[in-house]
């Protein structure tokens, strides 16, 4: 069974840029969550998706945005990026929507650095 | 969700038993109860969760009172990998896959 796998692992951005982040689910899950956690705070929700569309947003504003393939792998997009966007972004991946349980698998995360 | 309250951080000894608090005196009747933890430079895991009823697993079991206003993690014998970030977290069971994080418990297991 392959776990959450995220691509890349550490990125540096400058102020402005854009950037992409890749992962892809554990086999058989089709639900994909996005968090980012900022150095010394818990993760923060995103969104997620199921099916291939937003199923559930958090506090992040427009600039944010995602994508699933009809594979359940995803992509997080980050325009305009802002320093206070530098953070760890973690997928998670979890079996379908209906018979969710709470139990989430978490990949390694995208360390994101803007100067 | 919920919101729940944790000690900043806890030492164990190795071992012995590791006992984590939680405060959670809002939760909802339908909100259950989850553990994830964070190893250093990893992503979070899942540990266990419940509604009402005391739960165990492999890694740990669960304690929650009758008013489930808190509940208890119990790691029962901590080894030096067990050190991480230990999160209590409240979720409806229909919330798909957001959870809401605090800023957890810093475990120290100590040789």
């Known amino acids: 069974e392959t776990g959450v796998t995220q691509s890349p692992t550490h990125l540096i951005k400058t102020r402005g840029q854009q950037v992409t982040l890749r992962c892809s689910s554990q086999?058989?899950?089709?639900?994909v969550s996005w968090y980012q956690q900022a150095l010394g705070q818990g993760p923060q929700f995103i969104f997620q998706y199921y099916r291939e569309e937003e199923n559930g947003r958090g506090n992040f504003p427009p600039r944010f945005s995602g994508l699933q393939f009809p594979n359940y792998s995803s992509e997080l997009n980050v325009n305009a990026l802002e320093l206070d966007d530098s953070a760890l972004y973690l997928c998670?991946?979890?079996?379908?929507?209906?018979?969710?349980?709470?139990?989430?698998?978490f990949g390694e995360g995208s360390r994101l650095t803007v100067l | 969700d919920a919101k729940t309250t944790q000690p900043t951080s806890m030492d164990c000894a190795e071992g012995r038993a590791a006992n984590l608090p939680c405060n959670h005196s809002t939760i909802s009747g339908n909100e259950y109860v989850y553990w994830y933890r964070q190893i250093h430079s990893q992503g979070p895991q899942y540990i266990i969760h419940?509604?009402?009823n005391n739960e165990t697993n492999e890694m740990a079991s669960l304690i929650i009172t009758e008013d489930r206003k808190s509940s208890t993690l119990i790691l029962p014998h901590a080894t030096l990998r067990d050190t991480a970030v230990y999160y209590c977290i409240v979720r409806a069971h229909n919330a798909g896959n957001m959870l809401t994080f605090g800023g957890g418990t810093r475990l120290m297991v100590k040789p």
């Open positions: 998670a991946s979890s079996p379908s929507l209906a018979r969710n349980t709470g139990e989430l698998f």
């Open positions: 086999s058989g899950h089709n639900t």
């Open positions: 419940g509604l009402k």
